[in-house]
């Protein structure tokens, strides 16, 4: 059964970086997935974030880009977020997913999020 | 960046009903198309991907359909453990954009 956890702090001061690592139970990291992360303002809608490959290429939203990291560590089956610059507009709930591939001939576009995190709340205030 | 549009936003229905939800993309995207479903406190759980394929346990009274900028997700006879807010995801271009959510209410 594939599981997926998020972990980090819960509360990040303004003009700060948030860190989360996703570990994976279940699968391999260095399997042919996209390692997703999703995010949740309260009472909102869903927002993708980016994503990692595990030959380490990666997507990101541009709206984000400019403040958004995404790394891979196969020696611990994890994958982490970074968001520098944080200010209270980026208080959500941050879920990490696996992005599976239902289309081998197009890995790039068939791309569904089977397995999620149970999610992790991240306010930012002082 | 493609946008989706989902309609209604809401909507009540009753146990036993045919629900429809539609999602309609700013720009074709094949059948790049998913459906997911989020009750409250809870992640998201993929019900459809590929517009029309149903995901593993999944029950079989979901289903979807369309391909280009237009699709449907129905539920063929609304359950108790169904009303839930859903969205639709296309996964054709960066970034993969949701829609906005549509959220199925007891009447």
């Known amino acids: 059964q594939v599981q997926l956890q998020e972990s980090g702090p819960g509360l990040v001061k303004p003009s700060g970086t948030l860190s989360l690592t996703c570990g994976v139970s279940?699968?391999?990291?260095?399997?042919?997935?996209?390692w997703t992360w999703v995010r949740q303002p309260p009472g909102k809608g869903l927002e993708w974030i980016g994503e990692?490959?595990?030959?380490?290429?990666?997507n990101y939203n541009p709206s984000l880009k400019s403040r958004v990291t995404t790394s891979v560590d196969k020696s611990k089956n994890q994958f982490s977020l970074k968001l520098t610059s944080v200010t209270a507009a980026d208080t959500a709930v941050y879920y990490c997913?696996?992005?599976?591939?239902?289309?081998?001939?197009?890995?790039?576009?068939?791309?569904?999020?089977?397995?999620w995190g149970q999610g992790i709340l991240v306010t930012v205030s002082s | 960046d493609i946008q989706m549009t989902q309609s209604p936003s809401s909507l009540s229905a009753s146990v036993g009903d045919r629900v429809t939800i539609t999602c309609r993309a700013s720009?074709?995207?094949?059948?790049?198309l998913n459906w997911y479903q989020q009750k409250p406190g809870k992640a998201p759980k993929l019900l459809i991907y590929?517009?029309?394929s149903l995901q593993s346990g999944v029950p079989s009274r979901f289903s979807g359909s369309g391909s280009g900028t237009d699709f449907t997700l129905t539920i063929s006879s609304l359950q108790p453990e169904d009303f839930a807010t859903y969205y639709c995801?296309?996964?054709?271009?960066?970034?993969?954009?949701f829609g906005q959510g549509t959220k199925v209410e007891i009447k």
């Open positions: 997913a696996r992005g599976g591939i239902w289309d081998i001939v197009v890995p790039r576009n068939s791309i569904s999020f089977d397995y």
């Open positions: 279940g699968d391999s990291i260095s399997s042919p997935r996209w």
């Open positions: 990692i490959y595990h030959s380490g290429s990666t």
């Open positions: 720009q074709t995207i094949s059948t790049f």
């Open positions: 590929a517009a029309s």
């Open positions: 995801q296309q996964s054709f271009s960066i970034p993969r954009t």
